[in-house]
């Protein structure tokens, strides 16, 4: 344990793991990701292939859309992730993860994974960033209700997530 967390303050570049299903990415995500840029040299923003709900954009999907919003971004990294999340920290030796945290209601859920990832692999930590006010009663989940029913999702979304959302609405079969 002591090893891991001395290899973690060893690094000349600070790098931490913005975990999530990212089934769209939205502008809350990216405030997210930015402000950890204060504080960490490199972000890998890992979309988690199995999520724990059904996701509406294949895992493929989900990752493209988050290269194409971060392309030419040096300091971030999109990747992926299989399986349990600390055995991705471990393989990428990386022990500092980024996490939103929104409302009250993300509490319970949010301290449960930090516990159980740290009964899995202690030494790693987790950092909670709160977004912009704006961005506080945000989610993926809205953002794919508001584009089902045909509203606005440009507020809400890069624009190649909201284009991809109507394009998924758009045929039926689709979803
Ligand atoms: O964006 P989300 O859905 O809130 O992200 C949750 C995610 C994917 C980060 C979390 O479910 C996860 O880490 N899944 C991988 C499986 C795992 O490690 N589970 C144990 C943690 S409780």
Do not use: C, W
């Not at 945000?138 to 507020?155: D, Q, R, T, Y």
């Amino acid at each position: 344990m002591v090893q891991q967390e001395y290899r973690y303050i060893k690094r000349k570049e600070r790098l931490a793991v913005y975990p999530g299903s990212f089934d769209p990415v939205t502008n809350g995500h990216i405030d997210i990701i930015e402000r950890s840029l204060k504080f960490i040299d490199k972000l890998i923003v890992s979309v988690a292939r199995h999520p724990a709900k059904k996701p509406l954009f294949a895992f493929k999907e989900r990752v493209e859309m988050l290269q194409s919003v971060f392309s030419g971004r040096q300091e971030i990294v999109v990747d992926f992730f299989d399986g349990l999340l600390v055995d991705y920290l471990k393989k990428k030796g990386v022990y500092l993860v980024i996490r939103g945290l929104r409302a009250v209601s993300d509490f319970d859920y949010e301290f449960q994974m930090v516990l159980t990832n740290r009964k899995l692999l202690p030494g790693i930590e987790t950092v909670f960033l709160t977004p912009k006010e704006e961005y506080l009663y945000l989610s993926s989940s809205a953002v794919k209700e508001i584009a089902k029913l045909n509203g606005p999702v440009e507020k809400f979304v890069p624009e190649i997530v909201a284009k991809k959302l109507k394009e998924k609405f758009s045929d039926p079969q689709d979803y």
